[in-house]
């Protein structure tokens, strides 16, 4: 089984950047597709991307569009999450998932890493 591990969070100034990785253990990762959500204080889990199998095929909420690009490596178990022009309202704990498809909701997603926090200071 997949664990996953996120990292790369911290905080930044509005208009900044930072790249999220994902990295898995197991030799399963190209198996599974994956995606990033973020969860804000005293909000819900939000979709933020997620990618395929194999990288062909990208999806973004609204909110992101333009700003983040995730892509996987799946010779390094890695996903990662490039956040370009940041503002305040990303500012949340951003979680990697794995699951059986690159679907826009969380229960649909198998496993789960610990998350990272990130912070935009306007």
């Known amino acids: 089984q997949v664990q996953l591990v996120e990292s790369g969070g911290g905080s930044v100034q509005a208009g900044g950047s930072l790249r999220l990785s994902c990295a898995a253990s197991?030799?399963?990762?190209?198996?599974?597709?994956m995606g990033w959500f973020r969860q804000a204080p005293g909000k819900g889990r939000e979709f933020v991307a997620a990618?395929?199998?194999?990288?062909?095929?990208?999806f973004y909420a609204d909110s992101v569009k333009g700003r983040f690009t995730v892509s996987r490596d799946n010779a390094k178990n890695t996903m990662y999450l490039q956040m370009n022009s940041l503002k305040p309202e990303d500012t949340a704990v951003y979680y990697c998932?794995?699951?059986?498809?690159?679907?826009?909701?969380?229960?649909?997603?198998?496993?789960w890493g610990q998350g990272t926090q990130v912070t935009v200071s306007s």
């Open positions: 998932a794995a699951g059986s498809g690159p679907y826009f909701y969380s229960t649909e997603y198998d496993l």
């Open positions: 990618i395929s199998l194999y990288g062909d095929n990208t």
């Open positions: 197991g030799r399963t990762f190209r198996n599974y597709h």
